[in-house]
């Protein structure tokens, strides 16, 4: 079973806050949550990942709820560029990427 | 720091043959993965070497098989080729593969015909 769930698409104006959520009810407590994007027909690529504290970095926010059930993640000034396959995943420091799926994950399309 | 490489980019087949897919992991980095990506199946794992040892494997027929070298350059091979193996062939690199974060590479787009 899928752990994690998120919204199949999702359309953005260009310059304007993009803001993709990700329910992952069932996260335990040593879960960590990761990020990636894959833009058409290229390898998928690493955002951001988090525990329990929001982080930012030079690509985006993560921002978790405070019971760890869901998250957002935060693109600040969505460009055309981010038009991709989003994937939310929750892991296990210790696993093996191995056991992983990375689902359909959302698609978004930033529009000019 | 360059990213992960893999060679071919494209690669076009038949049916019945072989392939060997390499993949340059991101300098320093240890852990090799290798993945299989459908539009129906989506990102599906091959498995998982680290310091020349597979860690891991998915649930793949045995024409897929891979290894890793001591400079931890892999390469994956997949023999006696079927339609249903086109797809795009992905490798990704770690530092140690269980607690990093993995860094994909751009993949390879495979053709059976």
């Known amino acids: 079973d899928a752990k994690t769930t998120q919204p199949t698409s999702m359309d953005c104006a260009e310059g304007r806050a993009a803001n993709l959520p990700c329910n992952h009810s069932?996260?335990?407590?040593?879960?960590?949550v990761y990020w990636y994007r894959q833009i058409h027909s290229q390898g998928p690529q690493y955002i951001i990942h988090?525990?329990?504290n929001n982080e930012t970095n030079e690509m985006a926010s993560l921002i978790i709820t405070e019971d760890r059930k869901s998250s957002t993640l935060i693109l600040p000034h969505a460009t055309l560029r981010d038009t991709a396959v989003y994937y939310c995943i929750v892991r296990v420091e210790s696993d093996s990427w191995g056991k992983l799926q990375f689902g359909a994950g959302t698609q978004v399309v930033v529009t000019p | 720091k360059a990213g992960v490489t893999q060679t071919p980019r494209y690669l076009i087949k038949t049916r019945g043959q072989q392939v060997t897919l390499s993949c340059s992991p991101i300098?320093?980095?240890?852990?090799v993965s290798w993945y299989q990506q459908t539009p129906g199946q989506g990102l599906q794992f091959l498995f998982e070497y680290f310091s020349e040892t597979q860690r891991n494997k998915g649930n793949f027929p045995g024409r897929f098989s891979g290894r890793q070298f001591s400079n931890s350059r892999s390469e994956m091979n997949v023999s006696t080729l079927e339609l249903g193996d086109s797809a795009l062939y992905l490798c990704?690199?770690?530092?140690?593969?269980?607690?990093?974060?993995?860094?994909f590479g751009p993949g390879t787009r495979l053709t059976v015909l």
């Open positions: 988090g525990l329990k």
């Open positions: 300098s320093g980095h240890r852990s």
């Open positions: 990704a690199s770690g530092p140690s593969g269980t607690v990093d974060t993995q860094y």
């Open positions: 069932t996260i335990s407590g040593n879960e960590y």
